[in-house]
């Protein structure tokens, strides 16, 4: 259950030599499960908050895939969509996330608790 957004997976890559030469920008091609988890972060974009909205919905992604934005492009398999005015988001709107990263919904199972122990003597 613990998310780790900046987790250094798929670091080792074997070719050593491209870090060398110079930047080559790959594209990654994002698919809907990673577009969900960006699109639970958004709050507004910029549609329905254009002085609000200010983080590029690709600059979420890099977030979350851990990828170098520099040298990062991504091609959505499908729009996002925003929480807010249900717009399409692309790669370059901008969007707002409102405040921090929600944290993961709890499971918790609370028990009504029918019979308390206080029954009157
Ligand atoms: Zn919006």
Known sequence: MTKRLTSGRCRAAS???ELLSRPSIKLITVDADVIYQAERMLESCEH???EGAEIPFDNILDRIT???PNL???LLSE???CPNCRR???EKTLVDLGRAI?????QSHNQ???SVCDRPE
Request: aromatic letters at 4%; hydrophobic letters at 15%; one cysteine or more.
């Open 15 to 17: 070719d050593g030599d």
């Open 48 to 50: 329905c908050n254009p």
């Open 66 to 68: 851990g990828s170098d």
């Open 72 to 74: 990062t492009d991504y």
């Open 79 to 81: 729009p996002a969509k």
């Open 88 to 90: 399409e988001i692309l």
């Open 102 to 106: 929600p944290p993961l919904p709890r």
């Open 112 to 114: 009504p608790s029918g």
